[in-house]
Each structure stands twice: as structure tokens, then as C-alpha cells.
């Protein structure tokens, strides 16, 4: 496993996923549906690896966390 591609890749999305937000906000349909498809075609490219899966896990659970905080439900 090439993890500077793996890590590359993340910090790609993670700008990526900002450029997004410009145009579809946290807490718009379309916003969790780019993420969830792109975060499956990050796992897939990396073969489903654990730590990989584990990688967009924790990318997704973050985006979570800051949507429940505009929510209101987090602190």
C-alpha cells in the first residue's frame, strides 16, 4: 500500500469536499450524497483496505459532528 497516495487522496477530498460546500451546504441532500458517493469510490480504490475504510469512517463521522453542531445538537 502507497499510503502517501492514500493520504494524498484524503487531503484531496477534504479540498474537495470544501469546494463542494460552496455550492451545496452541510446540511443539503446533495452535499451527503457527494460525500457517501465519494467517500465508497475512496474506499473502492483503495480495495476496501481496513484502515482505508477506517480513513472515511472518520471523514464522515467528522462531517456528522459539524452538521449536528450547526444543528444545534453538539457543542
Known amino acids: 500500500m502507497n499510503w502517501s497516495l492514500v493520504f494524498a487522496d484524503v487531503q484531496k477530498w477534504m ?3 470544501n469546494v463542494f460546500m460552496q455550492q451545496h451546504p452541510l446540511d443539503s441532500q446533495e452535499y451527503w450524497h457527494w460525500l457517501v458517493g465519494s467517500l465508497a469510490h475512496l474506499e473502492q480504490k483503495y480495495d476496501s483496505h481496513p484502515l482505508v475504510i477506517e480513513f472515511c469512517v472518520a471523514l464522515m463521522n467528522y462531517q456528522e459532528y459539524n452538521w449536528k ?3 444545534g445538537e453538539e457543542k
Do not use: G, I, P, R
Request: charged residues 35%; without cysteine.
Open 69 to 71: 453542531k450547526l444543528k
Open 15 to 17: 479540498q474537495a469536499s
